[in-house]
């Protein structure tokens, strides 16, 4: 999918680990375009991620900033917000935690 102003949405479910992680960075690659290279990748449904799939989101986003682009991780639930503070990535991406509903 492409947002407004060509940056590309990238939407990632389920669980993002070993068995998955090379599909999705490989998505996110094809997403990067070498005229607008910006990403968002929207993480509300994404359950659970570990170091493939971070490794995924880290190549992609060595390739952003090399073309002068980034890569954007919107939606993330509090687990993958979590993980993403421990292991520093959250400083390096820009990162916005799904929005808290009232029930």
């Given at each position: 999918m492409t947002a407004p102003g060509?940056?590309?949405?990238?939407?990632?479910?389920g669980?993002?680990?070993?068995?998955?992680?090379e599909l999705f960075g490989d998505l996110l690659l094809t997403a990067?375009?070498?005229d607008h290279p910006w990403v968002?990748?929207?993480?509300?449904?994404?359950?659970?991620?570990?170091?493939?799939g971070l490794r995924a989101l880290t190549v992609a986003g060595d390739l952003a900033e090399a073309l002068g682009g980034r890569v954007t991780i919107v939606?993330?639930?509090?687990?993958?917000?979590?993980?993403l503070q421990i292991t520093g990535?959250?400083?390096?991406?820009?990162?916005?935690?799904a929005a808290v509903r009232p029930g």
């Open positions: 060509g940056t590309r949405v990238v939407s990632v479910a669980e993002l680990d070993i068995a998955t992680a990067l375009d070498l968002v990748v929207d993480a509300g449904r994404l359950d659970f991620c570990d170091a493939q939606n993330a639930r509090p687990p993958v917000v979590r993980l990535l959250s400083r390096r991406f820009a990162v916005t935690a």
